[in-house]
């Protein structure tokens, strides 16, 4: 089966600044999309990026961009500026292409200090 | 902006009750999927379905039963709700194919408490 881990369970930040969440994943397939998920207190889950397994270039959406290594099978998020707004649980998620299910990890709770 | 409509925010109920969890989408989406939510364990899926009438199990299906008459409505049911049971309940949608592939839209959630 398909596994997804996330070995920070809880990480912080200054607002500002920089901060990466890891994330690896294990499979064997080669067609397949990864995701960040973010999920802030009491609200709903939204995505924040989306990689395509087949593309060598990195995501990027505005401050928050990916480490895609293929093949160490890591799949890492780099914030930047962080703000205040960005403290939330943030899920890493695997589909193989053509299926319709995400596998996510367990989650990192960032905080973000003032 | 898709939007993800869980009907009830925080529910409490007692051992035994049977229990509905609805969900609605208003995008048209083909797939819908139920995950439960629970500290250190990050997102389980429970069951999905990816048309009318159409499910299948997930990773924890076991005393859950789902329905999905509409396109729009997929509902998770507890038969005979345990305390075991007591998480944060996740529905989700996505459309079936597209640049859009496997993208899901979450609802808020349900905060399910079972005494």
């Known amino acids: 089966a398909q596994t997804v881990t996330q070995s920070q369970p809880e990480m912080s930040v200054q607002e500002a600044e920089t901060v990466t969440l890891s994330c690896t994943y294990d499979?064997?397939?080669?067609?397949?999309?990864l995701f960040w998920y973010k999920q802030p207190p009491s609200r709903q889950m939204i995505l924040v990026i989306r990689q395509e397994a087949y593309k060598q270039q990195n995501a990027t959406e505005n401050r928050f961009s990916v480490n895609f290594q293929k093949a160490a099978k890591s799949f890492s998020l780099k914030i930047s500026d962080s703000q205040l707004g960005d403290a939330a649980m943030y899920f890493c998620g695997w589909a193989q292409g053509g299926s319709e299910k995400l596998v996510f990890g367990k989650g990192t709770k960032l905080t973000v200090n003032p | 902006d898709v939007k993800v409509t869980q009907s009830s925010r925080y529910l409490v109920k007692r051992t035994g009750e049977k229990v509905f969890l609805e969900c609605v989408q208003d995008m048209d989406h083909e797939n819908m999927f139920w995950y439960r939510q629970d500290p250190g364990l990050g997102l389980r899926l429970i069951y999905f379905?990816?048309?009318?009438?159409?499910?299948e199990k997930g990773d924890i299906p076991e005393g859950y039963s789902v329905s999905r008459e509409k396109k729009e409505r997929f509902s998770l049911i507890l038969e005979s709700a345990s305390t075991n049971q007591t998480s944060m309940y996740l529905c989700a949608s996505s459309l079936y194919q597209g640049i859009a592939k496997n993208i899901q839209y979450f609802g808020a959630g349900t905060r399910l408490s079972v005494l």
């Open positions: 379905s990816y048309d009318v009438k159409m499910k």
């Open positions: 499979t064997s397939e080669s067609d397949y999309y």
